[in-house]
Structures are given as C-alpha cells and as structure tokens.
C-alpha cells in the first residue's frame, strides 16, 4: 500500500505536493503575502499605481493626505454597516473598500493639473457637489447589500473628494507670501484636522441618538443593564444569543439593523447637504481667477 503519511511527503519525492499540503488552509494569506512583497520589492514601471515608493511620494502631498485624512469620517460610518448590518468580518469590510486609494490618488493628480486651469470658484463647489452625490448615494443603502450600488457611491464620494481636496490648499497657500508658508502649511492641516474630528462627532452623535432612540421602544421590557448595552451599541447582534432567547434576540437584531440603517441614512443625509452648502458659499465667495 502507497504511503500518504505527511512524513513520505517531506522525503523529497513530491515537493510541490508538499508545498500544497502545508499551505492548504493558508493559500489566501500566502496570496496577500506575495503580492505585498512583490508590491513593495517592484520598480515604479512594474506597478506604477500601487507600489510603496509611488504611494509614499503621494501621500507626502497635502491634497492626497487631506483627502485620507477627511475619508475617516466616512469609514467611520460605513465600516459600521459593513460588519454590523452587512455581516462581514472585518477583513472582508477593508476587501469593499478596496476601490477608494484606486479612485483618490489619479483623481488627486488630475485635481492638481486643473487646479492650474480652472480657479477654486468652480473645481471646489464641482467637487462637493460630487461628494454630495456620493453620500446621498449611500444614505439609500439599505439593509441587503447591492454592491454596485455600494461601488457607485464610493467612487462618487472618492471623486468628488479628490477634487475639492485641492483647490481648498491652494486657496490657503495662496492667502500668505512665500515667506510665510510654513503657517500656511500649519493652517491647512489644522483646519482639515480639526473639521474632520467635528464631523466624526457630529456624525456619530447623530447615528447614536437615532439608533438609541428608535430602540428604546423595543427593549422597555427587558433587565435596565441588558436595555443599556443593546440601546448602547449595534455590536450585541454579533453575539450568539443565550439558550432559549433565539427568538427575542432575533427580533431585536431585526430592529438593530433598521434603526442603524435610519441613523446613517440622516447622518450622511446632513454630510451631503453640508457639502452642498459648501459647494454654494464657495462658488458665491470665491474670486473667479486662479492665482497660480
């Protein structure tokens, strides 16, 4: 009888088969593994779009760094729907992110060409109105995942927030001399810092008051501890139920995903109609003619 045991398969007769075996159960990290290291170890002509050296002279410029800094605030929100409502791993979550830094960086690029052509008045208020769209876009999603429209809305939301990225620098940096960049430079970090850091705020204020208050209704007959964690956090619905409360549970995490879903449609809802406003009080205040 042939030998099967692992031992036969390390004596050198099968080494691919070998190779196979070990790595059964790991071929998708073995997979990301490679590719990280070919992405990091491969000349700029070989992956032009993703390899480390292009990514690190990117990010080094303030409009793409501005742009991944104001994503959080998104990521924030949808990571939460992804995992909670969705059911994805977290893993799985960053896998449907993946078309963002594909969409932002070229667009960043292509913002700084036409930021040389067109003046703040009308690139900024193009992007926003775009962003704006993206965000409609994903306060309509709803509870069963439709993942094209999930791909529109992030490439709409990238878009628009690559090219008002831009022209909102240019605006800063134009206001100052030469000599006094470095507090240009430092004004336009703090600002998009600290705008970012109110809008996550403001945000999930306003996703937790809505889930909170359409929940309470639903655990008013339940232990004040238990009310609290469930009107506290969507992350109950990620945990198994006790023997004997499957059907209860069920009916609360059916009620979870809707009240979430309600919070993030009106939270992102007021994020678009922000970014409008924007896109009207730059284009009204705004001078016509570029300075660069």
């Known amino acids: 009888m042939q030998e099967t045991t692992l031992e036969h398969r390390f004596s050198g007769e099968r080494p691919i088969a070998t190779l196979r075996y070990l790595l059964s159960d790991e071929k998708r990290n073995f997979a990301l593994a490679v590719f990280f290291f070919a992405v990091k170890h491969s000349p700029a002509w070989v992956l032009p779009l993703v390899t480390a050296n292009l990514i690190d002279d990117l990010i080094q410029k303030s409009s793409?760094?501005?742009?991944?800094?104001?994503?959080?605030?998104?990521?924030?929100?949808?990571l939460q729907y992804l995992q909670f409502i969705i059911g994805f791993s977290p893993w799985d979550a960053v896998i449907r992110l993946l078309p963002l830094p594909f969409v932002i960086l070229p667009v960043s690029q292509l913002s700084g060409v036409l930021n040389k052509k067109y003046p703040q008045k009308y690139l900024g208020p193009i992007g926003l109105v775009i962003y704006s769209l993206g965000m409609f876009s994903f306060s309509n999603l709803q509870i069963d995942l439709n993942y094209s429209q999930f791909v529109i809305s992030l490439v709409l939301m990238a878009t628009g927030m690559?090219?008002?990225?831009?022209?909102?620098?240019?605006?800063?940096?134009?206001?100052?001399?030469?000599?006094?960049?470095?507090?240009?430079?430092?004004?336009?970090?703090?600002?998009?810092?600290?705008g970012s850091a109110f809008g996550v705020a403001i945000v999930g204020a306003i996703l937790n008051s809505s889930y909170r208050n359409q929940m309470i209704p639903a655990v008013k007959n339940l232990p004040p501890e238990l009310?609290?964690?469930?009107?506290?956090?969507?992350?109950?619905?990620?945990?198994?139920?006790?023997?004997?409360?499957?059907?209860?549970y069920n009916q609360l995490k059916q009620t979870a995903f809707e009240a979430f879903q309600s919070g993030i449609s009106v939270s992102l809802k007021l994020v678009a109609v922000v970014a409008l406003f924007g896109a009207v009080t730059i284009f009204l205040t705004a001078p016509k003619l570029s300075k660069i």
């Not at 008002?164 to 800063?172: F, K, L, N, V, W």
């Not at 109950?236 to 409360?245: L, R």
């Open 64 to 78: 793409v760094r501005s742009v991944v800094i104001n994503a959080g605030l998104f990521i924030f929100v949808i």
């Open 162 to 194: 690559a090219l008002a990225a831009t022209p909102a620098t240019t605006a800063i940096t134009n206001s100052l001399p030469s000599h006094k960049q470095g507090v240009a430079s430092a004004v336009n970090d703090t600002a998009r810092e600290v």
């Open 227 to 248: 009310a609290d964690q469930i009107t506290g956090s969507i992350a109950f619905t990620s945990v198994m139920p006790a023997n004997g409360q499957s059907e209860i």
